[in-house]
């Protein structure tokens, strides 16, 4: 795998972690009761519209990494974002960060090694 691949992947990666984030911004926003104009609202949120745009992009891009590499050699990559999300919760909305997840990523980053080799 060449390293425009790996980088690729890795902007995807973080494309979708970006989202998850904005997703959690947007999510005060979702409309407790159900009108067209609440649901247009939402629909048209700055987070939700900007996530949805970043996985757009992510997605196609995703895509086009799928050409070049294995399935089975790049989706193992998509769990970097299971480290990348709450390293962004809790730069960008204070949620703590445990030693579990800390150790999480530890493993998760072996198994990517070994399967990557």
């Known amino acids: 795998m060449t390293v425009f691949n790996v980088a690729i992947i890795l902007i995807c990666v973080l494309g979708i972690s970006i989202g998850q984030i904005l997703f959690k911004l947007a999510s005060p926003f979702f409309p407790t009761v ?3 104009s609440s649901v247009f609202g939402f629909l048209f949120n700055k987070y939700l519209f900007s996530a949805l745009i970043i996985y757009g992009f992510a997605t196609i891009l995703w895509v086009y990494a799928l050409r070049l590499v ?9 769990a970097l974002a299971f480290i990348i999300v709450p ?3 809790m730069l960008f909305l204070n949620e703590p960060f445990h ?11 072996m198994g990517l090694i070994v399967i990557v080799r």
Do not use: E, H, K, Q
Request: no cysteine; aromatic share 16%.
């Open 70 to 78: 294995p399935l089975s050699i790049a989706y193992p990559f998509m």
């Open 99 to 109: 030693w579990r997840t800390l150790l999480g990523a530890g493993l998760i980053i």
């Open 34 to 36: 159900v009108t067209w």
């Open 87 to 89: 390293i962004l919760g």
